[in-house]
């Protein structure tokens, strides 16, 4: 039988909400337990059950019952109207044709080429490759200036959001000048104005264009390697597929590495036993890196999961099509995982802030190497690096998805210390050997040895946006 949408539901969005999640989310679980129903946004249509403790949430992400999907198709108040389809909250979990909203079978096979691709990269030539694209972001701080007594950046807009994307882009092989018009639709398509669904849709085309141009040139990059294991596989994914794959990659690695950066600098710089830790070489940065996982994960809510039969989720009877969020801000102050005397502190990695089960981030090890390597560049060479501002005054992006500051000012005086590399900062080597060539006569033909230098990425660098 339908069981009723409960009488009570808490808001999940307004001022409270927005400058401490963590009290709020503390509030909603004094107040409702472990799992409680929210409203998204003011109209109270788009709801769905915020589950807020680490039980729970293992309990729909891993969902050994196969009661959970992750494919939004499913959302009853979608498919009856309830939700007016023109809402702009839609494009967030509308279902696309790829893996994130598909199950079983279809989700193995639509996994499979971006996997495989991935586990090709070099890590210790991908750690350089990140590691010069962090020294030119940094020594773009000056500016023509040059360095002065005290120095200033926005640690949020010059480089924990350009530095995740210009490595996704470089590893899935994007020439310079379209990495930079990519680049520019990304930044407007997130600036929601009134060219964000033009910028969307040229998106789509360049990753088509992307996909197509490697197919027939390939060469020693991600794209190249998802064709190759495409067609070694038998996947039979086809351009769309391909290119939704790649968009993919490209946006969970920005978003999430950008927000992970900011809060293990805020982490830093606010939490001195940890900072001075770190900067002692008493704490690796990977340890600071995990408590962040904790206490204020990159990902805060993800968006969702929804029923495909009638269940219960906490005291709650759960209607076939209803939605939980997963709320993995909330995790770390389970009082669950406190009173069973677990250390959130820095070394525990049972956090869920990769997701768990089918759907767990596939590229942990490459998202931990872009954060950590840009957070160790930047400590190395700005050791005085503290707020410009006070914590309290930071604002911060509606941590639905992702919890952001607007902006994250820092100050640093005299001297910098120069780049790891020098001052050349294009690698001898390759992040990725070339994949075999497309036809072949032998069955199972070794990767060619790695080629040709990086371009380099000057202009690209110099020209990111400021927020
Ligand atoms: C930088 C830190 C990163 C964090 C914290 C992170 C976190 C996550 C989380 C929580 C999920 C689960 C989504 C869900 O269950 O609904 C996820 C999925 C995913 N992530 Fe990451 N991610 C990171 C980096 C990356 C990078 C660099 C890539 C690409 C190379 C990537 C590719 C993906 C993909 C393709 C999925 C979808 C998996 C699926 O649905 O099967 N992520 N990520």
Known sequence: MHAPWPERTAPLYGQDFASDPFSYYASLRSTFGPVAPVALEETGALRG??????????????????????????YRDLVQGTLPPGHPMIPQFAHRRSRLY???????????????????????????????????????????????????????????????????MRLMGMDESSALATGHAIHEMLSGGPGARRAAAELDARMRELVTGKEHSPGPDLVSWMHHFNREL???????????????????????????ICNTVLELLTNPDLGADVIAGRCPMEEAMN????????????????????????????????????????????????????????????????????????????GGLIVRTGLEVLWNRLPGMRLAVPVEELTWDLPYIARTPT?????????????????????????????????????????????????????????????
């Open 291 to 366: 408590r962040v996982m904790w206490v204020n994960a990159p990902i805060q809510n993800l968006i969702g999961r929804w029923a495909t039969q009638d269940t219960t989720l906490g005291d709650y009877r759960v209607n076939c099509g209803d939605m939980a969020i997963i709320c993995l801000g909330a995790t770390g102050a389970d009082p669950a995982l406190h009173a069973a005397g677990q250390d959130i502190a820095r070394v525990n990695r049972s956090h869920l802030a990769w997701g768990a089960g089918t759907h767990a981030c596939p590229a942990h090890d490459l």
């Open 407 to 467: 902006a994250l000012p820092v100050v640093f005086p005299l001297p910098p210390t120069p780049p790891v590399n020098g001052h050349s900062w294009t690698p001898p080597h390759s992040f990725l050997s070339n994949p075999p060539r497309p036809i072949s006569t032998r069955p199972k033909e070794r990767p060619s040895a790695p080629q040709g230098r990086l371009p380099r990425w000057r202009s690209l660098v110099a020209w990111w946006p400021r927020r």
């Open 234 to 260: 038998h996947s039979g994914l086809d351009t769309h597929e391909l290119s939704e794959d790649v968009w993919l990659q490209i946006v969970a690695g920005r978003g999430a590495g950008t927000t992970w």
């Open 102 to 168: 598909a199950e079983g079978a279809q989700h193995s096979r639509l996994s499979a080429p971006g996997n495989h691709a991935l586990a090709q990269l070099d890590m210790l030539r991908t750690r350089d490759l990140i590691e010069e694209l962090a020294d030119q972001l940094i020594t773009a701080f000056f500016g023509d200036r040059g360095p002065q007594e005290w120095n200033e950046a926005d640690i949020l807009g010059q480089y924990a959001l350009p530095l995740p994307l210009l490595v996704m």
């Open 49 to 74: 059950y915020l589950v807020l403790d680490h039980a729970h949430q293992l309990e729909v992400l891993q969902d050994r019952g196969n009661i959970w999907t992750r494919d939004s198709r499913w």
